[in-house]
Nanobody, 125 residues
Framework: QVRLVESGGGLVQAGGSLRLSCAAS????????MAWFRQAPGKQREFVAA????????NYADSVKGRFTISRDNAKKTVYVQMNGLMPEDTAVYCC??????????????????WGQGTQVTVSS
């Protein structure tokens, strides 16, 4: 059974930083692409960042490029997103997702097979 558990969310002031983690189980982690999506109240879920199975390929939404960095530790079966320069518009529930894919880092929801429950990130102005 695939399980994804996010952690690291919280309340932070604008300009601050957070690092989210997503621990996976029930998958051959090193053969899966991982991604972060987010959903703000009243809005559709949107892509944030993705990373290929080996970590060599990354993909970012334009809105977070230069501020967020996705990484993974295959030994720990964990994917991270370091979020710097947070802005109020980054406030959302952040979910991680996983899909069996070598090297690719898809940016579309439909590409991902399994999802975590999410962690809340709130950025105050």
């Amino acid at each position: 059974q695939v399980r994804l558990v996010e952690s690291g969310g919280g309340l932070v002031q604008a300009g601050g930083s957070l690092r989210l983690s997503c621990a996976a189980s029930g998958v051959t982690f090193s053969s899966y692409a991982m991604a972060w999506f987010r959903q703000a109240p009243g809005k559709q879920r949107e892509f944030v960042a993705a990373i290929g199975s080996s970590g060599g390929t990354t993909n970012y939404a334009d809105s977070v490029k230069g501020r967020f960095t996705i990484s993974r530790d295959n030994a720990k079966k964990t994917v991270y997103v370091q979020m710097n320069g947070l802005m109020p518009e980054d406030t959302a529930v952040y979910c991680c997702a996983v899909t069996p894919a070598l090297f690719a880092a898809p940016a579309t929801e439909a590409a991902y097979s399994y999802w975590g429950q999410g962690t809340q990130v709130t950025v105050s102005s």
